[in-house]
């Protein structure tokens, strides 16, 4: 093979690998210096505290877009999850809590989790197509949730809970807590092992020994958790548990996880791309505010982006 063939093929690689991160320095350095508004700390500030909830939710479609999954109700399981949290975290006019916060906190998550594994169990036992159950769900889940509330946001929280959600430290501790675990689980377990087997060739991984029916209930029960967790952030953040939360946030995650470089052909991803996918959203839609984008035309182009991703994967593939 020529050398010249030999090198133009090794950049490809290198590229295919690592572009990500060179997007996101290149699309942060040049908001910069256009829009010096971009650099302040309050701003910087605000970036992180926007993309702290598609954060979450990314880390758990990476595990199921890796599976050749893909999850469409993490926007409603978000929506139920905090009418659900918030209902168990009223307080009084003094501000005392009727209930300790562990509480809602806990049902919040299992409310997600239920959600998830119900998407789990009809996707691995029945063989239903992940795309038509997590619609069904995204469905029933939203729902649930206008029911569930009688379609009023729960307000007149606690302190305690509201404070989850106040400034970076909270929603950034969370996220990191959320992207270790993420990033142990995937690549530093056998589970991980496991989530890649099945997304590179199901039958294989069965032949092979792998459970793949709990492999595929896990990610999915993973998702709809982190979902839940989401779900307390978002309705901490705004002090109230809105039953319309969470509209089109699942489109935000899978954009994330594409870019990031997770093949929606399954096997392949990894959550340090998600994370950047993460960041290179949330700074591409805080750059169009400051640069006052049409929202329409953001939508155009956070598309375009998905789009391209996906033709980069699937060149990269052939």
Known sequence: MPAQTTNWRSAGDFFSKYGIYFAFVILAGTLAIWKPSFRTLGNIDDIFQQVSVNGILAIGMTLVIITAGIDLSVGSVLALSAVVATSFAKANDQGVPYHPLIMPLALG??????????????????????????????TVARGLALVYSQGRPEISLSDAYDAIGEGLAGPGGIVLATVLAGIFILHFTRFGRYVYA???????????????????????AIAGALAGVAGIV??????????????GYELNAIAAVVI???????????????????????????????????????????????????????????
């Open 260 to 318: 990031g470089g997770t093949s929606l052909n399954g096997g392949i991803g990894t959550m340090g791309g998600t994370i950047v996918g993460v960041l290179i959203i949330g700074v591409m839609n805080n750059g169009l505010d400051l640069l006052q984008v049409s929202s329409y035309w953001q939508q155009v182009v956070k598309g375009a982006i998905i789009v391209c991703a996906v033709l980069l994967d699937r060149k990269s593939r052939s």
């Open 198 to 220: 099945v997304g590179g060739n199901e039958l294989a991984a069965k032949v092979s020994g792998v459970n793949t029916d709990r492999v595929l209930i896990g990610v999915y």
């Open 109 to 138: 998550v299992l409310t997600g989790l239920a959600c998830g594994a119900v998407n789990g169990v009809l996707i691995a036992k029945r063989r239903l197509a992940p795309f038509i159950v997590t619609l069904g769900m995204m």
């Open 234 to 247: 978002e309705s901490s953040r705004v002090t109230s548990g809105s039953p319309s939360a969470g509209g």
